[in-house]
């Protein structure tokens, strides 16, 4: 038997489950502005996952290549929950009026 898909799957999960917080997280510390980072990353994990032999590891890394660039819509989307009042915003960066992408 095979364990290479309940390995993946479980990884993509975990990933997912990962990067919730840490989005949250970055965009109350340094507002949505922090995304080339995630874009720095996601570009960095994928080109590792190239070169790794390893099929499942080479996976794993892709996985959490691609959780880092979708964390880039993410960032945009936190930025739009703290503007509609779901989430507490930072005081440091929240100017009141008008949408924190056009500031």
């Excluded at 390995?7 to 993509?12: I, M, Q, T, V, Y």
């Amino acid at each position: 038997m095979h364990f290479y898909g309940i390995l993946l799957g479980l990884s993509s999960f975990l990933s997912i489950g990962v990067f919730h917080p840490i989005v949250i997280a970055c965009e109350y510390r340094f507002s949505y502005r922090c995304w080339p980072v995630f874009l720095v990353a996601g570009l960095v994990l994928l080109g590792v996952s190239l070169y790794i032999a390893n099929v499942i590891l080479s996976a794993i890394i892709g996985v959490i290549g691609f959780s880092c660039l979708w964390s880039i819509i993410e960032l945009f989307q936190q930025n739009r929950r703290v503007e509609s009042g779901w989430f507490p915003a930072n005081p440091k960066h929240h100017t009141g009026g008008g949408s924190r992408a056009e500031q």
